[in-house]
């Protein structure tokens, strides 16, 4: 049996998750895919963790390959990724149309389950925003921080919170259950995130990591992407 190695930003969990069988069944293919924020995720591949495929930022892949950690003609975009809002199944959804009303939000809240604050895209925006919007203080003793969004998303579905908030990707709000997706950051305060797949430089599968990029990169896995919170 052949191990293909996937490391991933939790973004693009559902993704891979969604195809990863269909791309083993009938091959003998066995792929372990791990997914971790964009930070820690970089941090592994650098410190040599096994890795055939790789999915970041796209900013991250371009930096991957100006050092040789990854193949640059392998570099194939995924979509741009919106961090965003979420609530658990059932509690009313919100206004974040504005600045003025996502703050009103974050004040009333009594609990906002976001990914790690300073290895994660989401996470260290959330801490940015909130320093920008000048209520860091009253807000910081309210997280919830959690390993990766996934992981942020699934307390906050069991949060007995009166008025929990998630913050994350779109992406890991999409495909977990007992969360609904209230909507994007307004402009103000918007992060949209280009991501991105590659092949590790020293993938030991190489043909079948390039095989598995572009299966996730494909035309035809657009209408999954979407699904998934991937603008294409």
Same mark, same amino acid.
């Given at each position: ?23 083993? #069944? ?16 970089? $941090? ?48 009313? %959804? ?82 977990? =259950?007992?969360? #609904?997706?209230?909507?994007?950051? =307004?402009?103000?305060?918007? %992060? ?14 190489? $043909?079948?990591? #390039? ?22």
């Amino acid at each position: 049996m052949s191990n293909l190695h996937v490391l991933s930003a939790g973004a693009a969990q559902s993704l891979i998750e969604a195809l990863q069988h269909e791309f083993a #069944a009938g091959d003998g293919i066995s792929i372990r895919a791990s997914f971790h924020p964009v930070g820690a995720t970089m $941090e592994k591949l650098l410190v040599g963790e096994p890795c055939d495929v790789v999915v970041l930022s796209m900013t991250l892949l371009d930096d991957l390959a100006r050092g040789g950690d990854v193949r640059p003609e392998s570099i194939s975009p995924l979509g741009r990724v919106h961090t965003a809002i979420a609530v658990r199944d059932g509690d009313a %959804l919100p206004d974040v149309s504005t600045e003025a009303a996502l703050r009103r939000l974050l004040l009333a809240s009594d609990a906002i389950y976001l990914p790690d604050v300073e290895r994660s895209t989401a996470g260290a925006h959330c801490v940015a925003t909130l320093r920008r919007m000048g209520i860091e203080r009253e807000t910081a003793p309210k997280f919830k921080p959690c390993a990766n969004g996934v992981g942020a998303m699934r307390e906050l579905a069991q949060s007995d919170a009166a008025h929990p908030i998630g913050w994350t990707q779109v992406t890991e709000i999409a495909f977990t =259950p007992g969360v #609904a997706l209230v909507g994007p950051l =307004p402009g103000s305060c918007e %992060l949209v995130t280009p991501y991105g797949v590659a092949v590790a430089t020293r993938a030991q599968q190489p $043909e079948l990591a #390039a095989r598995f990029a572009a299966l996730l990169a494909a035309p035809g896995s657009g209408e999954l992407r979407r699904r998934c919170g991937f603008e294409t």
